[in-house]
T-cell receptor, first 111, second 114 residues
């Protein structure tokens, strides 16, 4: 049974800072891992999907890495902006396309 | 442009009064999912449909049912809502149930139980 943990639970940084969000998972026999963004009261938006054959995936100022052997993934956000303020969730598959989510990291970027 | 639509966005019901949440999609995807997300918690999969095949998660309470009358629509029925069922309910779709298939989420319905 897959379990996903995210630390920290909340993070507050000044605008312009680079930051790292962490995600760990218990079952390393995964084919991929996804990072999502959730704005308050809204649904989920997929940010990055890293396949097990990749070690990193980049989209704009976002970079996600995956280390299956250690059961960890990180989401790196460069030059943070107030518009990046949201909850960031990672999700790992348990079987098929069933996703198990972490509880998320609440990010606040102060201007 | 909206691909996964959920109605209503906010729903208030009374303790024990049945409620139905709606999800529709314009993507023509085979799979539709319902997740429950309680405050400050991770979204949790309740069940999914692959076409007309219903797949219930083992720990989903019997109080929760679902219907998928056609490819585009899927409904979540809560037969007797309790205070503990207050949550955001998220609908998602994917082309298939393979690990390579991205899930597209709707905006969610926030359910309040009085």
């Amino acid at each position: 049974k897959q379990e996903v943990t995210q630390i920290p639970a909340a993070l507050s940084v000044p605008e312009g800072e680079n930051l790292v969000l962490n995600c760990s998972f218990t079952d390393s026999a995964i084919y991929n891992l996804q990072w999502f963004r959730q704005d308050p009261g809204k649904g989920l938006t997929s940010l990055l999907l890293i396949q097990s054959s990749q070690r990193e995936q980049t989209s704009g100022r976002l970079n996600a890495s995956l280390d299956k052997s250690s059961g960890r993934s990180t989401l790196y956000i460069a030059a943070s902006q107030p518009g990046d303020s949201a909850t960031y969730l990672c999700a790992a598959p348990e079987y098929g396309n069933k996703l198990v989510f972490g509880a998320g990291t609440i990010l606040r970027v102060k201007s | 442009d909206a691909m996964v639509i959920q109605n209503p966005r906010y729903q208030v019901t009374q303790f024990g009064k049945p409620v139905t949440l709606s999800c529709s999609q314009t993507l023509n995807h085979n799979v539709m999912y319902w997740y429950q997300q309680k405050s400050s918690q991770a979204p949790k999969l309740l069940f999914h449909y692959y076409d007309k095949d219903f797949n219930n998660e083992a720990d989903t309470p019997d109080n929760f049912q679902s219907r998928r009358p056609n490819t585009s629509f899927c409904f979540l029925d809560i037969r007797s809502p309790g205070l503990g069922d207050a949550a955001m309910y998220l609908c998602a779709t994917s082309r298939d149930f393979k690990w390579t298939d991205t899930q597209y989420f709707g905006p969610g319905t926030r359910l309040t139980v009085l």
